[in-house]
């Protein structure tokens, strides 16, 4: 079992930055995928962003070079760095981890609203 629960969210001016942090509880983190998500009002969830154990990152093209994603094994905790913030970045973001072999996300944490004012 495994728990997670986000931090850093707020109001941001466009062009401003945020880091979210989301810390995970249990054991075998390290072997977990780790992952962003965001939902904006009336849309979908959609992916953000992920790191395996190796830090391989994977990025939603609409963030590239704007977002980055780490991991601190030590700390049990992953972090999402955004910068160059849109307006349209607005969106509840949500951490969620899958096991190293899966496909599915199976643990999620509770969200954090991000607002990015024009």
């Known amino acids: 079992q495994v728990q997670l629960v986000e931090s850093g969210g707020g109001l941001v001016q466009a062009g401003g930055s945020l880091r979210l942090s989301c810390a995970a509880s249990?054991?075998?983190?390290?072997?977990?995928?780790m992952g962003w998500f965001r939902q904006a009002p009336g849309k979908e969830r959609e992916f953000v962003a992920s790191?395996?154990?190796?830090?391989?990152?994977t990025y939603v093209d609409s963030v590239k070079g704007r977002f980055t994603i780490s991991r601190d094994n030590a700390k049990n905790t992953v972090y999402l760095q955004m910068s160059s913030l849109k307006p349209e970045d607005t969106a509840v973001y949500y951490c969620?981890?899958?096991?190293?072999?899966?496909?599915?996300?199976?643990?999620w944490g509770q969200g954090t609203q991000v607002t990015v004012s024009s």
């Open positions: 249990g054991r075998f983190f390290s072997s977990y995928v």
């Open positions: 790191i395996p154990w190796s830090g391989d990152t």
């Open positions: 969620a981890a899958r096991p190293g072999g899966g496909n599915v996300y199976n643990y």
